[in-house]
């Protein structure tokens, strides 16, 4: 059974940091790319970050540039989201996903798995 699962989320000051972890298993995810959506109260998912299977490239939303950096370990089992300089605008449930393909590009609606989410809180 294919899992993805998230951990790290938790309540932070505004300018303060996190990291999220997205612990895959279950298969190989061979040429997936894998990384990062999120959902603020009363919005729609959007996406955040995004690793490819090589780790070679990644892509960022640009709300997030400069201040998130998106990684993955050495066995491709476990995505990391490293969130600095965090803003109460921030706040959401954070996804991992992966997909075939682009998370950017296919939006979250062609995603192949998804975990269960983690909730980030910024305080001002």
């Known amino acids: 059974q294919v899992q993805l699962v998230e951990s790290g989320g938790g309540l932070v000051q505004a300018g303060g940091s996190l990291r999220l972890s997205c612990a895959a298993s279950?298969?190989?995810?061979?040429?997936?790319?894998m990384g990062w959506f999120r959902q603020a109260p009363g919005k729609e998912r959007e996406f955040v970050a995004e690793i490819s299977w090589s780790g070679g490239s990644t892509y960022y939303a640009d709300s997030v540039k400069g201040r998130f950096t998106i990684s993955s370990d050495n066995a491709k089992t476990t995505v990391y989201l490293q969130m600095n300089s965090l803003k109460p605008e921030d706040t959401a449930v954070y996804y991992c996903a992966a997909v075939r393909g682009s998370l950017a590009r296919m939006g979250e609606r062609r995603m192949d798995y998804w975990g269960k989410g983690t909730l980030v809180t910024v305080s001002s």
């Open positions: 279950g298969r190989t995810f061979s040429n997936y790319a």
